[in-house]
C-alpha cells in the first residue's frame, strides 16, 4: 500500500517547502486540481526537478482531448495522470495509450459515479492502472465517506489496483488500510496537519501494520 | 444568439496575438480546458486585462471543490465558469453561487451525460445560466456531432440558455442557428483557419440572419 499526498490548497512554492518535510515519509505527492487550475503544469515540473525519484502524480482529471492532455502532463514529468471515469471510453483509452507509450501510468477517478463495480471491471478491461473511489471535498461535507465504495471496489477488481480518496486522516485510515487497496490519498488531514511530517509517518506505518497483518 | 471562440491549443501568447485579429467579432473567449492545465489561471488574467470589455469564459470543468476553483477563476477575471454536469449536485450549487456573489455566469458542461432534457431541467432548477451539449474531440473523431443532442436541449430549457459545442464550423453553423441556443461555441475551425477573422465573420452573419429569419 502506498501514501500519496494530495496538495490542493498550497501554492506551488509552498508545496516545494512541504515537501521538505515529508518527501520521504510519503509515496506519491498529487499535485491537486485546484492548483493545476491556479499554476498549470508549473509546479508538476517543479516537484520532479527537485525530487526527481519522487513519484508525482498530476490530478488532470481529464475528460476530453486525452492524447492532447495527458501528453503535456506526461510532458511536464507527471508519474500518473488521472482521467474521469464519466469520460468518454475513446478519451480514457487515448490518455491510457498516450501514458503508456512513455511507461506512465493512468489513475481513473470513479467521482460522481453510483456503477461502481461495474465501470471498475470496464475500466480494467480498457488497461487502467489504478481505479480510485472519491467522495469529493464538497460531498464530504454532507458526512459522507469513501468507505462503501471501497468494499464495493476491492470485490469488484484486484485490491493493488484500487485507490481511495475523500477525508482519510490519521484517525481513519486503518479502516481503510484493512481492505488493502494499492493507493490511499491523503490530502487537508496530512497539509492542514499541526505536524504533517508526523501525521504522514503515523498513517504510513499503519499501512505497514496492516500489510503484515 | 453569442459567438464563442475556443482557445485550446494555443499558448497564451498565441491567444493574445489571434485577438488581435479576432476580438471584434466575436462574443466570447474561452480559455479551453487544455491551455489552463498547461498555463493556469494566467491566460484568463492576461485576455481580461488586454480586453477588459470582452466577456471571457474559463473552460475549468470543474467536478469539486466548486466555491474554491470558482472563486480563483472569478478572482482571474472570468465572466463565465464551467463546472461538469457530471459533478456532485453540492459542487455544482456551490460554482453557482460562488459565480452569483461576484455577478458572473456560470456554463454546465453536459459532455459525457445521456439524460441531456433529465439533468437540464434539474440543473436549471439549481439556477444554471448557461448548459452545454458537447460532444469532445476525442467522440466526434467516431463521427459523432452534438446536433441531436441541442434538438433535445431546446426542447427541454428556454433555449436561449442553451450552448452547443463539438466541430461547429462555418459549414455547419447554420444547422446550429436555426435551433436559436444562446451560446455556439466553435474551437479548431476558427482557431486552425487560414484566416480566423473571415471564418469568425462567416459565423456570425450566420447566426444574425438566423436571428431575423
Avoid at 491537486?32 to 526527481?52: D, H, M, N, S
Avoid at 511507461?103 to 481505479?131: N, P, Q
Avoid at 488493502?180 to 509517518?201: C, E, K, S, V, W
Wanted: hydrophobic share 50%; aromatic share 2%.
Amino acid at each position: 500500500m502506498k501514501l500519496q499526498i494530495a496538495m490542493d490548497t498550497l501554492s506551488g512554492a509552498e508545496v516545494l517547502h512541504l515537501l521538505e518535510r515529508v518527501h520521504d515519509v510519503v509515496d506519491i505527492v498529487e499535485i491537486g486540481t485546484p492548483l493545476i487550475l491556479r499554476e498549470g503544469l508549473a509546479p508538476v515540473r517543479a516537484v520532479k526537478e527537485r525530487y526527481p525519484g519522487l513519484t508525482v502524480l498530476a490530478d488532470t482529471k481529464i475528460v476530453d482531448g486525452g492524447r492532447l492532455e495527458c501528453g503535456d502532463a506526461v510532458a511536464a514529468g507527471a508519474d500518473i495522470v488521472t482521467v474521469l471515469a464519466a469520460a468518454d471510453d475513446a478519451t480514457i483509452q487515448d490518455v491510457i495509450t498516450a501514458a503508456h507509450e512513455k511507461s506512465r501510468f493512468v489513475m481513473v477517478d470513479l467521482i460522481g459515479r453510483a456503477d461502481i463495480a461495474k465501470r471498475a471491471e470496464e475500466l480494467l478491461a480498457l488497461d487502467a492502472d489504478f481505479i480510485c473511489v472519491h467522495t469529493g471535498v464538497d460531498a464530504q461535507k454532507s458526512g459522507r465517506t469513501p468507505l462503501g465504495d471501497l468494499k464495493t471496489l476491492v470485490a469488484a477488481i484486484p485490491p493493488e489496483c484500487a485507490a481511495v480518496a475523500g477525508g482519510v486522516s490519521p484517525a481513519s485510515v486503518r479502516q481503510y488500510a484493512v481492505l488493502h487497496p494499492g493507493i490511499i490519498i491523503a490530502g487537508g488531514a496530512l497539509t492542514g496537519a499541526q505536524d504533517p511530517r508526523a501525521a504522514a509517518a503515523a498513517m504510513r506505518t499503519v499501512l505497514k501494520e496492516e500489510e503484515r497483518a
